[in-house]
């Protein structure tokens, strides 16, 4: 007697450890679930290929600084030259325009397309 309680409790008690698992597994792949678990994945993947590609544009320009630094003593560059200052070019001045102002150093434009028809 003590035989048949101790398997009926054993069976028992792995039928209610499977349907446990059934019913965890099965509403780990309802729809929303699988959606939401992929989202997480691609945004970890996202996170993971973020931090590579930071790295590895880190490691390009450190390169290439020390690439131009080695380019520029070889050939005798002055590494930070000093620019020109910028030159400002007068526009051109339409003295028959109806629109010109006597002194005024740039050309006004109409830009209506029906002006000329």
Excluded: C
């Amino acid at each position: 007697m003590f035989r048949r309680t101790f398997w009926f409790t054993t069976g028992v008690a792995a039928g209610v450890w499977a349907t446990t698992k059934v019913n965890r597994k099965l509403r780990q792949l309802t729809p929303e679930n699988l959606a939401a678990a992929a989202a997480n994945r691609a945004l970890e993947a996202g996170h993971r290929l973020k931090d590579r590609a930071v790295g590895f544009a880190v490691d390009v320009r450190e390169n290439m600084a020390r690439r131009e630094a080695e380019l520029g003593e070889a050939l005798g560059i002055n590494a930070d030259p000093e620019l020109p200052a910028p030159r400002r070019h007068p526009a051109i001045e339409n003295r028959n325009h109806p629109k010109y102002v006597e002194g005024s150093t740039y050309q006004t434009h109409s830009y209506n397309r029906n002006e000329d028809h």
